[in-house]
């Protein structure tokens, strides 16, 4: 199992890389969200999530089914701006929505997926 996953995520590893980098520079930039929230949003489709959700502050959700309704593992990341120095907190997220592409080219999920990508992580 560990040999697929291994492969399969070097498979992906340019990918995650560029975009992890994308989300780092505009987090830098782009201190009202919508950018990113649209990078991210384009992210999940491109990798295949089931449902892909924005909603109007900037806050995405990416849904990833499984055969049953349970277990769900959640994921959840803040989006907000960044400093210089913090770029590295933008890896978790880009790593979390593409462990979700890993997953489903490897195996058929039991139960659901879901990452959030978080506008307001601070207000509970």
Do not use: W
């Not at 990113?36 to 449902?51: A, K, M, P, V, W």
């Not at 924005?54 to 806050?59: A, E, L, M, S, T």
């Not at 309704?69 to 790593?95: M, R």
């Amino acid at each position: 199992m560990y040999s697929l996953l291994r492969q399969k995520a070097f498979n992906h590893e340019t990918a995650l890389v560029n975009f992890a980098s994308g989300l780092s520079d505009l987090k830098t930039v782009d201190t009202s969200g919508t950018r990113i929230s649209d990078l991210i949003q384009t992210e999940f489709q491109n990798l295949g999530y089931d449902r892909v959700i924005k909603d109007r502050i900037g806050n995405v959700i990416g849904c990833m089914y499984g055969r049953n309704f349970n277990p769900t593992l959640l994921f959840i990341s803040h989006i907000g701006a960044v400093s210089t120095d913090q770029k590295e907190y933008c890896n978790a997220l880009a790593a979390q929505i593409y462990a979700g592409r890993l997953l489903k080219e490897s195996f058929q999920l039991n139960g659901n997926l879901i990452v959030v990508a978080t506008t307001a992580l601070e207000c509970g």
